[in-house]
Every structure is written in structure tokens, then in C-alpha cells.
């Protein structure tokens, strides 16, 4: 079945990193995503990575994906107050289009 | 590039009333989807539409929803005989193909009172 699981709650030092994980059932999941929320706002693409890699670096923003243990990460560096929001991560399953699963969200809180 | 426009962005309507929102996608983009948020949760999958045609409908869209995207351009989604548990943030997205990254409107917030 397809269910996408996270942490509910991460709380951080600004200046810290942050790495916010969560764990997919489906093997046949093509693309992993992850989408920023700040409250009252919609959801905001932040990165994804195809299932064939295992690595995606982009800014501040580092994407690990462990296929086998159907674990994904995402680790923001030097995290500042600004980044304080809930991040879904979401399988999909094709690059031709369809249903994203999204997981509950973990809220990330930065201590000034 | 205007972004995923939705309207209305609030909605408060009595128990029993139809309420029909709108969706309009980026320009370029082929693909349209619709999501429900409640509190505390990720976006559920409700259905999606490849240009004008209606691909997949998830369970959770019950007879008393429907929607529709005439032109393959703007989308509606209409809920009928509300209740209470329809109370939620209804969301559209759109992608283009190949590819699946799928933006997101703000979103319409409906109350059910």
C-alpha cells in the first residue's frame, strides 16, 4: 500500500542544521519530493530527486535517499528563522504525471 | 508566470448548501489537480485531470463531489449537500508533462457551520 511516514515536530538552534526524515512504503515510487508550508500558505516545491539517485544537493538544501531502506531525508544548513514551517515529503509514482502521497508533515521550529 | 490561482480563498456555508470553487493553472500546464488539507494533515489526493480528461478519482471524492475541466484550461470542483466533515482547505495544483512537479495554489478554505 502507499503510505508516507514523518516526525511530527523538529526544534533547532538558528545556525544549525536540520534534517527532517521520512520513510515510504512503495517501491515502485519514482520521484521523492519535499514541500514547504508556512501558515495560512500553500504548499511551495522545494526539491525532489528521481529514485535513481541517491544524492541531490541544492543550496542549503541536501537531499539523501536510501532506496533500500525506503528512507528519505532532507537537511537544510545553517537553518534561520525564516525556514520555521511544516515540510511534507511526497512520493510519486511516474514522471508522466499522477497523485502525489504526502506524508502528515513535520513542523520545524528555529530558536533564535 | 502568475502562478496557481484559486477562488474563492474563504468559504463559510451552512450545512446542506452546494458550494462550487475554481481552479485556474499555469498557462503552460497540461496537468490539474485537486487535494484536500484538514488540520494537522498532508494533502489527500482527490482526482486529476490530463488536459479536459478526468484520469483518477480517489475514494474519498464521493458521489456528492464532482469536477470538471471543460476547456482543459480552468477547473471547478463542486461539492454538494455539504456536511460538516467536507469543513477543509481544498487545494489545486499543476504540472506539465513530462514530469511531475506539481505547484500549488493557496488553496480555498471551506467552513461548514
Known amino acids: 500500500g502507499e503510505d508516507v511516514e514523518q516526525s511530527l515536530f523538529l526544534s533547532v538552534r538558528e545556525g544549525d542544521s536540520s534534517v527532517i526524515n521520512c520513510t515510504y512504503t512503495d517501491s515502485s515510487s519514482t520521484y521523492l519530493y519535499w514541500y514547504k508550508q508556512e501558515p495560512g500558505a500553500g504548499l511551495q516545491l522545494l526539491t525532489y530527486i528521481f529514485s535513481n539517485m541517491d544524492m541531490k544537493q541544492d543550496q542549503r538544501l541536501t537531499v539523501l535517499l536510501n532506496k533500500k531502506d525506503k528512507h528519505l531525508s532532507l537537511r537544510i544548513a545553517d537553518t534561520q528563522t525564516g525556514d520555521s514551517a511544516i515540510y511534507f515529503c511526497a512520493e510519486s509514482m511516474g514522471n508522466q504525471g499522477g497523485k502525489l502521497i504526502f506524508g502528515q508533515g513535520t513542523e520545524l521550529s528555529v530558536k533564535p | 508566470d502568475t502562478g496557481v490561482s484559486q477562488n474563492p480563498r474563504h468559504k463559510i456555508t451552512k450545512r446542506g448548501q452546494n458550494v462550487t470553487f475554481r481552479c485556474d493553472p499555469i498557462?503552460?500546464?497540461?496537468?490539474l489537480y485537486w487535494y484536500r488539507q484538514t488540520l494537522g494533515q498532508g494533502p489527500e489526493f482527490l482526482t486529476y485531470f490530463q488536459n479536459e480528461a478526468q484520469l483518477e478519482k480517489s475514494r474519498l471524492l464521493s458521489d456528492r463531489f464532482s469536477a470538471e475541466r471543460p476547456k482543459g484550461s480552468f477547473s471547478t470542483l463542486e461539492i454538494q449537500r455539504t456536511e460538516q466533515g467536507d469543513s477543509a482547505m481544498y487545494l489545486c495544483?499543476?504540472?506539465?508533462?513530462?514530469?511531475?512537479?506539481?505547484?500549488f495554489g493557496p488553496g480555498t478554505r471551506l467552513t461548514v457551520l
Open positions: 498557462s503552460e500546464h497540461n496537468r
Open positions: 495544483a499543476s504540472s506539465r508533462t513530462p514530469g511531475n512537479e506539481q505547484f
